[in-house]
């Protein structure tokens, strides 16, 4: 009895659990050849700096070119240093002057891969971007899980206990 009351309540809490919409992450780049990349036009380094993501989530770059070359973002899923086939769809237009923004939908591909510019050779215009599969639950629906079956479980032993009492009292003496 006790297991299906927490299993139900388990269920319960599943169904009424919305699915997350796939959140927009917006990320601004500068990038110079010689410099690397950075989130703030003073801030370059080789590597750039990480980037962390969801597969599905929109990925909106802001990228800016500090040294007035032609740049072309994208991410290098086999490290080969080109811009395969496979990897188009992570591939920014090129800019040169003024700021570019550029969207895409992060790919079904899990791991760390590096991001580059394409063009003149990435020269210190390199860095990591993270893929993960899914997003870690967020500490208040466990918290609020734990609560819901601690309370369940407080409410089975009530009952289990009002129902042992009840089977444990003695008859009432025969009248005399």
């Known amino acids: 009895m006790a297991a299906s009351l927490v299993s139900l309540l388990l269920a319960t809490l599943e169904i009424g659990t919305p ?6 992450i917006t990320y601004q780049l500068y990038g110079n050849r010689n410099s690397g990349w950075g989130f703030t036009n003073n ?6 700096p990480p980037i962390e993501v969801v597969v599905g989530d929109n990925l909106t770059l802001n990228l800016t070119s500090l040294d007035g070359r032609s ?6 899923y086999n490290n080969n240093s080109v811009v395969d086939a496979n990897e188009t769809g992570s591939s920014s237009p090129t800019f ?7 969207n895409f939908t992060v790919s079904n591909r899990t791991g760390t891969f590096p991001y580059r ?14 893929v993960l599969g899914s997003r870690g639950e967020p500490a208040l629906t466990n918290l609020v899980l734990i609560g819901g079956v ?5 409410g089975v032993l009530a009952i289990a206990a009002l129902a042992y009492r009840r089977r444990r009292v003695p008859p009432a003496p025969p009248p005399e």
């Open 19 to 24: 699915v997350a919409a796939a959140p927009n």
């Open 43 to 48: 801030s370059l380094t080789t590597p750039g």
């Open 71 to 76: 740049h072309n973002w994208y991410i290098d």
């Open 96 to 102: 040169r002057t003024g700021a570019r923004l550029w």
């Open 117 to 130: 510019s394409r063009f003149n050779g990435d020269g210190n215009m390199w860095g990591n971007i993270t």
């Open 150 to 154: 601690a309370i369940a479980l407080v």
